[in-house]
């Protein structure tokens, strides 16, 4: 039995297998590049009865993360890093001019843009991607290449915002990230501004409630890029397992880089099931008829995008 990585629960169950190459093979399709060398067995994907996070690791037990090579070689793909996302957004109404704000798994700090001009004075940044740094740099942004359990250790009770944009879902020890950057929060007492705009924890992931739970070969979603995958349900457990209070979930709308992604996941999944990987040939026919067929499929206007925003108080 492997415990949960989010709150060590050995209430967990494999409940699907992925072959080492369907993975490797989906990435050089998707990136161009070879990952034998990250994914070197066979994966298995586990859910967790106490808090519902769904995670991967191999077979040996251990969790198959990208490194810095592989983070480097998406930053050349034109659509890794979005220099604006609807959760920015939503996220900087929770942040007032005199925060001090921390993001963890920064990118390029597009998300500095977007706050307050005083704000962005005191913004810090950490990210563990080389390249990304020189883009920040570029824009006169400031970022440092450590982790954030270290990082935590010389600076506790230093910020009135901490934050991270679709990161949490990338790194082996969900527990431990959370639990650096509450670290890195002042006490209710100490933080400035009062109300709902101080001492925040502000995460961003992949929502498992969008129709991106039913997406097939998408390799976007495993291993060596994502670990694990969060529900409602796991981010409001997030709130019990930190001792937090949930003060908002939001839910994006379905975004417009997002609606081909949409209608082509909904589309297939019209006419077959839904495992993590699907190479078969008829797979590859549904895909090929669903060029035409995807322009049937609708888009409800209560229909969850990509992405959902939880927003968290210390207590």
């Not at 060398?37 to 991967?56: A, E, G, Q």
Request: proline share 3%; glycine share 6%; hydrophobic share 35%.
């Amino acid at each position: 039995m492997t415990n949960c990585i989010l709150c060590h629960s050995n209430n967990t169950e494999i409940t699907q297998e992925v072959k080492q190459d369907d993975i490797n093979a989906l990435c050089r399709k998707v990136y161009g590049m070879d990952t034998s060398y990250l994914i070197t067995n066979d994966l298995l994907y586990h859910h967790c009865k106490s808090c519902d996070l769904r995670f991967f690791t191999t077979k040996d037990g251990t969790i198959p993360t990208g490194d810095n090579n592989f983070y480097n070689t998406l930053t050349e793909l034109d659509w890794y890093y979005f220099s604006e996302k609807h959760e920015y957004s939503f996220a900087k109404q929770f942040i007032n001019k005199d925060s001090k704000v921390l993001e963890v798994g920064c990118g390029k700090a597009a998300f500095a843009h977007f706050l307050p001009q005083e704000a962005k004075a005191h913004y810090v940044g950490l990210e563990f991607n080389t390249q990304a740094k020189e883009l920040a740099a570029k824009n006169g942004i400031l970022i440092e290449n450590i982790p954030i359990e270290e990082y935590a250790k010389s600076h506790a009770h230093s910020f009135d915002i901490a934050c991270s944009f679709q990161v949490l879902e990338h790194v082996s020890n969900p527990h431990g990230f959370i639990s650096a950057q509450i670290q890195c929060l002042k006490d209710s007492q100490l933080s400035m501004g009062g109300g709902h705009n101080s001492s925040l924890l502000i995460i961003a992931v992949p929502s498992e409630d969008s129709f991106i739970q039913y997406c097939v070969n998408g390799i976007l979603n495993m291993p060596p890029h994502h670990i694990s995958r969060f529900s409602d349900n796991t981010l409001h457990n997030i709130a019990d397992i930190f001792n937090l209070k949930l003060i908002n979930l939001h839910h994006e709308n379905v975004q417009n880089e997002h609606i081909e992604f949409y209608k082509s996941t909904m589309w297939a999944k019209l006419f077959l099931p839904t495992p993590l990987v699907d190479r078969g040939f008829f797979r590859k026919i549904i895909n090929r008829l669903g060029r035409i067929g995807k322009h049937c499929i609708k888009i409800p206007p209560n229909a969850y995008g990509h992405t959902a925003v939880a927003i968290y108080k210390i207590k």
